[in-house]
């Protein structure tokens, strides 16, 4: 990627906020309260796309349900996901990346009401420029949600990048023609992200934060 950066989308969960055995664990606990069998590779392989969309995946044939176990799943993870936070090194990359006047977004496969609430609990409001859940628009990896961040910002596609670790991102990323980051400490391996042809796959937070620092170092330089 050789095009100047101006705005960097995150994911949140198992990006930006270290949340992902919290979600295995409300949804297979939600699962266990309607006989409904799921294993936490399941329930983990869906992380990233929109509630609707992970009912339809795992329970498929109880569509009868579906509003039930979603409920009792947000129920259960709000009560127990109170220790859950940033990945070590997140709020220096968001404040560093800031610091260099890039526009920052997240797009998540939370609810809007479940990403206000994170965004209340880590005291990040004020950091993005635009955020957006999938309940308020399409999920990944439809790029509407990216389509709709890049209206908001001015900014075009090729000057963006979007970071996930899930291939809902890259796919999503990938279908609007913007470069993408993969990031192998979350939910997907290297070799499912190497499939959407990322620009690059990090394995920590730190690694993101330099690599991300070359490209604004272009900008600046430009």
Do not use: C
Request: net charge negative; aromatic share 6%.
């Amino acid at each position: 990627m050789n095009k100047p950066v101006e705005l960097i989308i995150f994911d949140w969960d198992g990006t930006l906020f270290d949340s992902v055995s919290q979600i295995v664990s409300s949804l297979k606990f939600a699962a266990q309260q309607f006989n409904q069998p799921l294993t936490a590779e399941a329930a983990q392989s869906i992380i990233g796309l929109g509630l609707p969309e992970v009912a339809q995946v795992l329970f498929p044939n109880v569509p009868e349900l579906h509003h039930e176990i979603l409920q009792s799943y947000s129920d259960h993870y709000v009560e127990n996901s109170t220790d859950d936070v940033w990945f070590k090194g997140v709020a220096e990359l968001l404040l560093d990346l800031k610091n260099h006047n890039i526009k920052l977004a997240v797009a998540t496969g939370k609810s809007r009401r479940g990403l206000d609430r994170v965004l209340a609990q880590t005291q990040s409001l004020g950091i993005f420029d635009v955020t957006r859940a999938a309940s308020e628009t399409k999920s990944k990896p439809d790029p509407l949600m990216l389509a709709e961040i890049l209206r908001v910002t001015g900014v075009k596609a090729e000057h963006a990048i979007m970071v996930g670790d899930t291939s809902y991102d890259l796919e999503m990323a990938q279908n609007i023609v913007m470069p993408s980051i993969g990031v192998s400490y979350g939910v997907h391996t290297v070799d499912v992200l190497a499939q959407f042809d990322p620009i690059a796959i990090v394995n920590d937070v730190g690694d993101l934060h330099r690599f991300l620092l070359q490209h604004i170092r272009l900008k600046e330089a430009g």
